[in-house]
């Protein structure tokens, strides 16, 4: 048995090239078959997202993995090797399966930690399994990397902390409130960075109210994007004291909510806390409002800060992850030999007895008695056993061995035992 995995990803090659890469959802059922009619190709999956371009197969022994798949990745593409081979990566055996644990427990993606790749790997299986170009090895493979997956989430904090500043502006709202269930927002601004953090809000129970933007008319497709309520840009001071949370980034030259606005919106709140999410530069929230009690400021720089803490949180959970996948490789490798080991036992026996009854054969016994050739048959019989004994007793620790795999491909390969 040999595993191989061919591939690039956004650390081998830019955008540009993953891109011409890239298998289409639709396209990839036909190129599973094509790549499994190709001589020496059992099993076969491939991945393709927007950050990596993979094919996993497996392939009959003395079969070279790397020009087949990257043949084959020119054909199915239609783009030349000389484009693409120097930014591909090889892995076989070990280091293929380590591999896939890596990329479906979100080790290997361009942010550590992001859910969202487990779900494309589980999709790809799918494909392969649907087309039927999975066989009992890759389903192996693949079921044990989700397990893996669903292990380095729930024993690690991998995946627990924010990691962009939209979602560093929810983390420091439930910090403040809790929950954010029911809580009012305010969107001053209808720039991509304010209308991600409102998205991440109103997926953690908040519900966006306001919306209020020079161009009223984009304040108005916002609010009824949101159910919520569109103002105008002159009027918003009259209303920001009915949210709890405050979104701000527009393009003014100056602070457009100060101090006291603050003080006469704690006063119409009867003291209950409000939080503004500064990420306008310059800056819209005046930052002396940070001196009121129950009124919080962050700006983008402190969601910044937020979020580089995350980061090296992760890096540090992402440790504890990649032992857990170390041990995982382990124990599904020695699996694979156990599933390797069974028919080799039994095809090398077949093998070796078979030869005896050749000899048994040519030697045209007829003129023994029943009583010779049952002598002659158990002989023969216990010289085989006794030939066997030492090879199979070796066969058996070979589980345990690191090299266990391609030593059982050696013996099988030498004695020409089938699959």
Known sequence: MQLSLVGL??????????????????????????LCERPGVDEALIFSTCNRVEVLARLEDGIEALPLLAEFLAVARRV????????????????????VFRVAASLDSMMVGEAQVLGQVKAAYATARAVGTLGSVLDEVLTHAFAVAKKVRTETGIATTAVSV??????????????????????????????????????????????????????????AAWSGRAIQFDELL?????????????????????????????????NRPMFFIDIAVPRDIDPELNTLDNIFVYNIDDLEQVVAANVRERQREAVRAEEIVEREVDR????????????????????LHGLRQQELERWRLDDLT????????????????????????????????????KLIEFIRKTFQLKD
Do not use: W
Not at 383 to 397: E, G
């Open 9 to 34: 990803n956004h650390t081998t090659a830019p955008v540009e090239l993953r891109e011409r890469l890239h298998f289409p959802e639709k396209d990839i059922p036909a190129a599973l078959h094509s």
């Open 80 to 99: 030349g090797r000389g484009a693409f081979e120097s930014s591909l990566y090889h892995h076989s055996q070990r280091e293929a399966i380590r591999h």
């Open 166 to 223: 939209s979602y560093a502006a929810v983390e420091l709202a439930r910090k403040i409130f809790g929950s954010l269930e029911g809580k009012n927002v305010f969107v001053i601004g209808a720039g991509k960075m304010s209308e991600l953090a409102a998205r991440h809000l109103l997926a953690s129970g908040a519900q966006a109210i306001f919306v209020s933007n020079r161009t009223y008319a984009r304040a108005q497709e916002l609010a």
């Open 238 to 270: 009259n209303y920001v004291s009915q949210a709890d949370i405050i979104i701000s980034s527009t393009g003014c030259p100056h602070y457009i909510i100060k101090k006291e606005h603050g003080v006469r919106f704690l006063a119409e709140r009867k």
């Open 332 to 351: 599904l490798l020695g699996r694979l030999k156990r599933l390797e080991l069974a028919p080799t036992i039994v095809g090398l026996q077949e093998k």
């Open 370 to 405: 029943p009583a010779q050739r049952a002598a002659v048959e158990g002989m023969t019989r216990s010289l085989v056993n006794k030939i066997l004994h030492l090879p199979l007793t070796q066969l058996k620790r070979l589980p345990q061995e690191p090299d266990g795999l």
